[in-house]
């Protein structure tokens, strides 16, 4: 099975600008989640979506959004770019599906990189 | 906040010796996971430990979760230089509204020197 694939990988764009990013999760998995890491506050997470519902959200402003196709595939926007908005975003599936066995094991992307100027 | 918090931030040894890792977290969880990350890329799964289990193995990793004292560690043995990674633990916990929601403290630094 092909992993998450996430493009671009790297990205510059300059503060008030705005971005989409794009994941393709793994063949099968219903849920596809958002993150972002920076160095100094670590690894956040942004949003969740499944079967393309926003299912959880982090706290983060609404300037970050995020859709869900119909085959999985997801999307996530940042406008109105800041400085600080410089990170690696991750993405990450899983099949997501409630029940008791419910695990939620996240398989990761390799992320995009992103340089705002 | 549901964040797991790893200590010790970063740690050094030599190839060959064990690792600890140890992981507090603050509510109740459904499970708790570890993941590794090499520099800048993305983090890989390693292992998953339930609520009603107390250990757990996968090849030359334990895992112990107390859920008493709200804390977890992960054990490497006989490290090797390709370990040498962050890693991260991973509470899952239910947010509300039927959802559950992962979230990561910021990591163990580990080096291992050949």
């Known amino acids: 099975k092909a992993g998450v694939t996430q493009t671009p990988r790297y990205l510059i764009k300059t503060r008030g600008q705005q971005v989409t990013l794009s994941c393709s999760p793994i063949?099968?998995?219903?849920?596809v989640s958002w993150y972002q890491q920076t160095p100094g506050q670590g690894l956040q997470f942004l949003f969740e979506?499944?079967?393309?519902?926003?299912?959880n959200k982090g706290n983060f402003p609404g300037r970050f959004s995020g859709r869900q196709f119909s085959n999985s595939r997801s999307e996530m926007n940042v406008s109105t770019l800041e400085l600080g908005d410089s990170a690696l975003y991750l993405c990450?599936?899983?099949?997501?599906?409630?029940?008791?066995?419910?695990?939620?094991?996240?398989?990761f992307g390799p992320g995009t990189r992103l340089t705002v100027t | 906040s549901q964040q797991g918090e790893e200590d010790p931030q970063a740690l050094s040894i030599q190839e060959g010796e064990n690792a600890t890792m140890n992981c507090s977290y603050k509510?109740?969880?459904?499970?708790l996971q570890w993941y590794r990350q090499n520099s800048g890329r993305g983090l890989v799964h390693l292992i998953l430990i339930r609520s009603n289990e107390r250990e757990k193995h996968s090849g030359r990793l334990r895992v112990t979760l107390d859920t008493s004292k709200k804390s977890s560690s992960l054990l490497i043995t006989a490290s090797r230089a390709a370990d040498t990674a962050s890693y991260f633990c991973a509470p899952l916990a239910y947010s509300g509204a039927g959802s559950y929601q992962l979230t990561f403290g910021k990591g163990t630094k580990l080096s291992v020197i050949p």
């Open positions: 509510t109740s969880i459904n499970n």
């Open positions: 979506y499944f079967s393309e519902t926003q299912r």
């Open positions: 990450a599936s899983s099949t997501g599906l409630p029940g008791p066995q419910f695990a939620f094991e996240q398989y």
């Open positions: 063949s099968g998995h219903r849920s």
